[in-house]
């Protein structure tokens, strides 16, 4: 249904309304946010892109008068400790969520919290999955444990930045924008490290300021800046690799230091309700950057390239 | 009290017989391996080496008149996670192993197997140990699971296929020698691949024969050849780095197979004990590649040096 442009041609706009076949229902949309993967289809970054297509992971609507939001993805099979095969994100190849109806196996709609705006709702989905996963399922984070951020800012790892919050946890961050740090410290961040200055991660590491769990999604050259500061024992979960290939990490500190790495892709159905459930006991409110019309899909995707955002992108569908 | 020699000038020679402290006990000593790790304290290649030093951290021999043999190190501490600071290998700083005598707390003492001989007791020490908790603390290895052990051949390695094939996994070995590779298939390995073909890991990843858990000590460039072909939800164990840093590892499919890299070294008191159980339930016995006379000290530091050995280098303390 979006305004079709040139610059990023996978957005469709106009779609017959869906219909539901067999363990389906069909949810009429309000709010749907972005991911990053939805930046990559737009520039044929991403594997096996079939077009067009629906674009969107993340919504939230009604089903029967009722406030639902939507799993993510589909097919994560039985294992918790990997998805299937048959795994795939919704929204590419299957029609996603920024559109006004969707048809989904009803087992992927879930109840809204009560607590969250529709807007707020349509902003959980992958981002709120993945850091639920990353820090939970993989990272097994402890209540009062040290927790670093890197890359604060955007959907995931604000959520993450939220969730360790949540669970007692004293969290730093890094960013390379000074006032994104800023951001994080007003929601309740300790301390910031702006990774432009290429040793910044002397600072906790001359005082000891190790961390037990890392969440990162750049990957690349700086990698091995998070092992050094990694505390004994200590855990890195990697959602992304942004930064491409890990370079030259110090094997040494890896096995001397116990530490784990541990890749972490979006969750399971039963995670997404996990992570409903710490989100409403906690009232966490996904951070909303910037509410778009519908209409305006070309700003929300510039500023998705872009990474100047603090929080998630949203539509608003109506 | 080894021969001193010019080539490995470490070894001492002469050494008054020790006396127990507090919590401490003597225990005669009959037999001592060697680990690379004692090729390294020679070579001056080890993190403060203070010398001399009685080398040695794998021995067995008598309290009492009966049967022990050695934990192979002190101050692992109470976490299961990670040792504590104050962890250390025996043999340095610590007086070792490969001495007619050794004083040693008495919790570090544990009753030798009946079915081992004295010999293959010295030999169950560090290797086993690390190779315990690589595959069951770290890996959580399960009955039935691929594993594959890079570069078969020394002490944790063969300790690590021995455990593996006794915990009914399928088994397959990497080496630059085509004879230790039959001669893990001689143990019971189903296939063997010889990494100084480069391309190795195509035969395995061709036949779609991924591992869900893989031991390695060399990092390096061919780390990223065993995320290759590590099956999705797979752990990679790494207790050493021969060859340095992990260098271009592929963080795509680190995160989109839910991989674990796991650090580990050595481990706990409490692991040392669930190790001869394991050993003894399932009759394991430590392959010996060579038994030295303690007189012998250079041929046998020359063939840690050459890393020719399938099994470990042993030394008659007699």
Redesign the interface.
Known sequence: MLKETNQYPTVVHDHPQPSASNDEVVVKLSYAALNRRDYWITQGQYPNIKLPVIMGSDGAGTLDGKPVLIYPASGWGD?N???SEEFEPLGMPKDGTIAEYIAIDKNYVFDAPDYLTSAEAGCVGMAGLTAYRALFS?AKIKRGERVLINGVGGGVALMACQLALANSCEVHVTSGHDEKIEAAKKMGAQEGYNYRDEKWYKKPLESNTLFDVIVDSA??KM??NLVKVAA??GRIV????TH??????????????????????MGSPTEFGNLLKFMTKHQIRPIIHKLYHWDSTDAAFDALRDSTQFGKLVFSLE
């Open positions: 294992r400790a990997v998805q993989r990957g690349g990698f091995n004994p024992g990697t959602y992304g690799g491409g290939s890990m370079e030259k990490v110090n094997t040494q500190i890896i096995f001397w230091r116990q530490l784990s790495i541990l890749g972490s892709t």
